[in-house]
C-alpha cells in the first residue's frame, strides 16, 4: 500500500525517534536559522516584520500569563476564544522575523512545515489534556476551536485577563528579554553595522 505524501509529512512529525534527534539538536539549528535569518534581512521589510512579530510576542506573552501547566484548565485570556493559542502566537511571530527578509518563498515553506508541526503537536497535546482534565476538557473542546478563534468561545474564564505569577513562572519575562535582544540584534545588523 503506497502512503500519500501529506500521510507521510504527518508519519515524519510523529515519529519519536526523529522528534528526540530534533530537540536535541533544536538550539544548535536554531542558533543556525537565527544567524541566517540576521544575516537576510531587508531593511524595507525590518519594520513591517518587526510589527508583525511582536503582535505575535505580545500574544505569546498573554498566553503565558493563563496557563498553570496541569494544574487548572486554561479558559482565560486568549484561551477563552481558541484552544491553542500560544501555537498561532508563536507562528506569527517567526514568520513575522521571515518577513523581514521579503521572501515568499521562504514564508511559504516555513508556513508549510509550521502547519504539519502545530497540527501533530496539538493532536499529541489534547489527548494529554483529556487525560488530565477529563470531562471538563472535553467539555471545553466541545465549545471552543481548536484553532480559529471566535468560533466559539468558553462559557467560563474572561478575556481581561493577565496573572503576573503565572507569567513569571511560565518564564515569561526571560522568553521578553530574549525576544527584545534578537530584535535588537537585528536592527543593529540591519540599520547600524550593514551601509
Known amino acids: 500500500m503506497r502512503v500519500k505524501p501529506v500521510e507521510f509529512v504527518h508519519q515524519a512529525f ?30 524595507e521589510w525590518f519594520w513591517p516584520g518587526l510589527a508583525v512579530s511582536a503582535l505575535g510576542a505580545a500574544l505569546q506573552w498573554w498566553c503565558f500569563s493563563c496557563i498553570r501547566t496541569q494544574k487548572e484548565l486554561a479558559v482565560n485570556g486568549p484561551y477563552k476564544a481558541v484552544r491553542n493559542p500560544m501555537y498561532l502566537a508563536r ?33 499529541r497535546e489534547e489527548a494529554k489534556l483529556a487525560g488530565v ?4 476538557y472535553e467539555e471545553y473542546r466541545r465549545r471552543v476551536h481548536r484553532f480559529i ?16 505569577a ?7 519575562s526571560g522568553n521578553a528579554l530574549a ?16 551601509h
Open 149 to 164: 478563534p471566535f468560533r466559539g468561545t468558553s462559557p467560563e474564564g474572561r478575556y481581561r485577563f493577565f496573572s503576573r
Open 91 to 123: 507562528f506569527i511571530l517567526v514568520f513575522g522575523c521571515l518577513l523581514m527578509t521579503g521572501s515568499i518563498r521562504v514564508l511559504a515553506v516555513f508556513t508549510a512545515l509550521y502547519y504539519f508541526y502545530m497540527v501533530n503537536r496539538v493532536k
Open 14 to 43: 510523529n515519529d519519536p525517534r526523529l522528534r528526540r534527534a530534533l530537540l536535541k539538536l533544536r538550539l544548535p539549528l536554531g542558533l543556525a536559522a537565527a544567524a541566517w535569518l540576521v544575516a537576510s534581512i531587508r531593511r
Open 166 to 172: 503565572s507569567f513569571l513562572r511560565n518564564h515569561g
Open 179 to 194: 525576544v527584545a535582544a534578537f530584535y535588537a540584534v537585528c536592527w543593529v545588523v540591519t540599520f547600524v553595522l550593514r
Open 133 to 136: 482534565f477529563g470531562a471538563p
